[in-house]
T-cell receptor, first 115, second 115 residues
Framework: NAGVTQTPKFQVLKTGQSMTLQCAQD?????MSWYRQDPGMGLRLIHY???????DQGEVPNGYNVSRSTTEDFPLRLLSAAPSQTSVYFC??????????????FGSGTQLSVL | AQSVAQPEDQVNVAEGNPLTVKCTYS??????LFWYVQYPNRGLQFLLK??????LVKGSYGFEAEFNKSQTSFHLKKPSALVSDSALYFC?????????????FGKGTKLSVIP
């Protein structure tokens, strides 16, 4: 199993550009989520999904869109990139969306810079 | 609203000495508590969790954590620190109530083990 795979690992954007961060998992996990990590702020939840076709907002959803058309994939879209979105982005998944005490499996992250 | 506090940005400990990384939490219901570790340029890895039962939880790499309900704390401990334990440690909490999918992370504590 590859686990949780994120692409790209690094990306530089100009203000106003759009892009999609990819996340795929091969563990048949129901629950998937996106976090951003900023210095001194820990990890903050952007969006999450409890199954194909079901998504919801986290703590910091503005400026981001998600969709979940398959169990495996959970892409994060930046609609119009802003410098405030410069961050490291992590995708994470867990097996069950009902049992909320399960551990998360994290991808290796995408480092995004918006100029 | 749920929250986590990690009062120390950095903890320094000599190799072979015991280490403690502190965490306090706030939830309206009963907590599910987690510790994750992040090595440089990597995603987060699960260390241990408290769901219910014994207040002392044992996890990966010789780490353990003690749940204290009256003090709303979940401190991470290890009897003898290794240089390889140097990393960023995150405490996280989720309310055990139905439909609580949001996992809230602390800001992280950088552990440095000095040879």
């Amino acid at each position: 199993n590859a686990g949780v795979t994120q692409t790209p690992k690094f990306q530089v954007l100009k203000t106003g550009q759009s892009m999609t961060l990819q996340c795929a998992q091969d563990m048949n996990h129901e629950y998937m989520s996106w976090y951003r990590q900023d210095p001194g702020m820990g990890l903050r939840l952007i969006h999450y999904s409890v199954g194909a076709g079901i998504t919801d907002q986290g703590e910091v959803p503005n400026g981001y869109n998600v969709s979940r058309s398959t169990t495996e994939d959970f892409p994060l879209r930046l609609l119009s990139a802003a410098p405030s979105q410069t961050s490291v982005y992590f995708c994470a998944s867990s097996y069950s969306s009902i049992t909320t005490n399960e551990k998360l499996f994290f991808g290796s992250g995408t480092q995004l810079s918006v100029l | 609203a749920q929250s986590v506090a990690q009062p120390e940005d950095q903890v320094n400990v000599a190799e072979g000495n015991p280490l403690t990384v502190k965490c306090t939490y706030s939830v309206s219901g009963n907590p599910y508590l987690f510790w994750y570790v992040q090595y440089p340029n990597r995603g987060l890895q699960f260390l241990l969790k408290y769901i219910t039962g014994d207040n002392l939880v044992k996890g990966s790499y010789g780490f353990e954590a003690e749940f204290n309900k009256s003090q709303t704390s979940f401190h991470l401990k290890k009897p003898s620190a290794l240089v390889s334990d140097s990393a960023l440690y995150f405490c996280a909490v989720r309310d055990s109530g139905a439909g609580s999918y949001q996992l809230t992370f602390g800001k992280g504590t950088k552990l440095s083990v000095i040879p």
